[in-house]
């Protein structure tokens, strides 16, 4: 069993930036991609960022030049720099752990981030 947890999310005005952390920990071993995903009110929930175990990412398109995805792969942690916030920023941010062996996908509960205008 794994437990994703979240943090860092809050309220920030337009252009300011945000740092969001997420620790994966538990008994499974062999983490591979771990990402962060966001979802506004009414939207599906869409990927942000992701990170192999070796390092290479993938950001969508929204963010990509403002948002910097990290990873310390001895802590199974991975953190999101947030820089140039907008207001279309806002959402409940999800953190996504792929476990290997076995087989699974984990999510966090979610940390919200509110851009004002």
């Known amino acids: 069993q794994v437990q994703v947890v979240e ?5 920030v005005q337009a252009g300011g930036s945000l ?3 997420c620790a994966a920990s538990g008994t499974a071993r062999n983490i591979g991609i771990m990402g962060w995903y966001r979802q506004a009110p009414g939207k599906q929930r869409d990927l942000v ?5 070796g390092g290479s990412t993938r ?3 929204s963010v990509k030049g403002r948002f910097t995805i990290s ?3 001895s802590k199974n942690t991975v953190y999101l720099q947030m820089n140039g916030l907008k ?3 806002t959402a409940v941010y999800y953190c ?4 290997v062996f076995p087989p699974r996908t984990y999510w966090g509960q979610g940390t919200q981030v509110t851009v004002s205008s």
């Open 96 to 99: 996504n752990a792929a476990v």
């Open 49 to 53: 960022a992701t990170i192999a175990s």
């Open 59 to 61: 950001y969508a398109d």
């Open 87 to 89: 207001p279309e920023d």
């Open 71 to 73: 990873r310390d792969t």
């Open 19 to 21: 740092r969001l952390s």
């Open 7 to 11: 943090s860092g999310g809050g309220l």
